[in-house]
């Protein structure tokens, strides 16, 4: 539907083609485009899939109210309450404490791994964006030769990337390589559940593009979270936007409980981990 419209082939011969349908997927179209269709759906019985904008996002999650005979949709804005951000840092200092006792040995085991293969340091330090564009060092194990990006500056990890040492490639196919961000979340830089942390510049490129990729910022950056869980490592950064938004409006502490729990799954997921397209 989304190339016949950009065709501009009109919407009385989109009519006749989905004569007899039982269902169309919309795209992601201009506004009136998209109203047309769905209204034409809706009066002839024709299911409709329609993938969501941000402002979709942003309205299915408001609260309903009706202000005399008007129906009204309240959308408050304002990130986490002061409640959910309590119980959320609770969660955190207690989980991230557990998890830094119990990985001990996985610390030793890996750090002893990087150092025999180079002999370069075990840790990576790298600064990235949190809640408000807050600039943080995450700390990471080190799965590139040292001064990887010496020449060829700040991107993205690719397919088959040669700068990866083969012990990096187990770690960042199982993700162990976030291991050490256990420590971040104990500081209180990042939240064991939220939107991956973006570098500075890669966001600012991004943002460039999508200006409204810096809504992610309205929580702090996570470990784990919904775009990690439901998306890809290579997912497009406007549908990271989405899965980011759909996590922040419908904030709960079963729902990080739910994406805690779903993370070892997608560990071994190739698919979630494997690099960009050159």
């Known amino acids: 539907i989304k190339d016949m419209m950009s065709y501009r082939q009109g919407f009385e011969q989109f009519k006749d083609r989905v004569k007899g349908f039982d269902g169309v997927i919309v795209g992601d179209m201009p506004s009136h485009d998209r109203n047309l269709i769905l209204k034409y759906c809706f009066e002839h019985g024709i299911r409709t899939y329609a993938v969501p904008k941000v402002s979709d996002i942003l309205l299915r999650s408001s609260d309903e109210l009706t202000l005399f005979d008007s129906p009204l949709l309240l959308s408050r804005n304002g990130g986490l309450s002061i409640e959910q951000e309590f119980m959320k840092r609770t969660m955190d200092v207690v989980l991230s404490f557990a998890a830094a006792v119990i990985t001990l040995p996985f610390f030793a085991v890996i750090g002893a791994a990087i150092k025999l ?138 729902l990080d409980l739910k994406l805690i729990i779903m993370t070892p799954k997608i560990m071994f997921m190739k698919e979630s981990t494997e690099g960009v397209k050159q």
């Open 117 to 254: 293969t180079d002999g370069g340091p075990v840790f990576y330090k790298q600064v990235r964006l949190t809640k408000d564009r807050k600039e943080f060092e995450i700390y990471k194990f080190r799965t590139m030769i040292q001064n990887a990006e010496a020449e060829s500056g700040a991107r993205l990890a690719s397919e088959k990337d040669p700068r990866i040492l083969p012990v990096g490639r187990f770690l960042r196919a199982t993700r162990l390589d976030e291991l050490p961000q256990i420590y971040n979340i104990l500081k209180g830089d990042m939240s064991i559940v939220g939107p991956r942390p973006e570098r500075p510049e890669l966001a600012a490129e991004i943002e460039a593009e999508i200006p409204e990729f810096r809504y992610r910022l309205k929580v702090k950056a996570g470990l784990t979270g919904y775009a990690q869980v439901y998306g890809k490592y290579n997912t497009t950064s406007y549908d990271k936007l989405k899965l980011d938004l759909t996590y922040i409006r419908n904030y709960s502490i079963l």
